[in-house]
Nanobody, 129 residues
């Protein structure tokens, strides 16, 4: 039972990547997904969140207008489309699943306090020329 990220890599500034978060061994239907990132020497940052039922999405100010989170419950997947990438987006990106039956998810402000059930191992994103 786990979530696994994929899709990271090296991209030039202004480029795009799509990260995927796949759930194995459980259904995502009752889980909100939060994407975090952590750069060397920096604190972990909540980047984006998507609810399970109404599909409501939330974004950090640093990525608003450039990143888009989406989910496909039938495929048990969540995606993070990242456009107009900047060097400061360089980080390891993680997805984390939180059960909305046990935890009220209301955006990114409290993302660090949610009781996550599953964390991925992370995927490296490097934005450099």
């Amino acid at each position: 039972v786990e979530v696994v990220e994929s899709g990271g890599g090296l991209v030039q500034p202004g480029g795009s990547l799509r990260l995927s978060c796949a759930a194995f061994g459980f259904r995502l239907d009752y889980y909100a997904i939060v994407w975090f990132r952590q750069a060397p020497g920096k604190e972990r940052e909540g980047v984006s969140c998507i609810n399970n039922n109404d599909g409501r999405t939330y974004y950090a100010d640093s990525v608003k207008g450039r990143f888009t989170i989406s989910r496909d419950n039938a495929k048990n997947m969540v995606y993070l489309q990242m456009n107009s990438l900047k060097p400061e987006d360089t980080a390891v990106y993680y997805c984390a699943a939180v059960n909305v039956v046990r935890t009220r998810v209301a955006g990114l402000d409290d993302a660090d306090s949610y009781d996550y059930d599953y964390w991925g191992q992370g995927t490296q994103v490097t934005v450099s020329s």
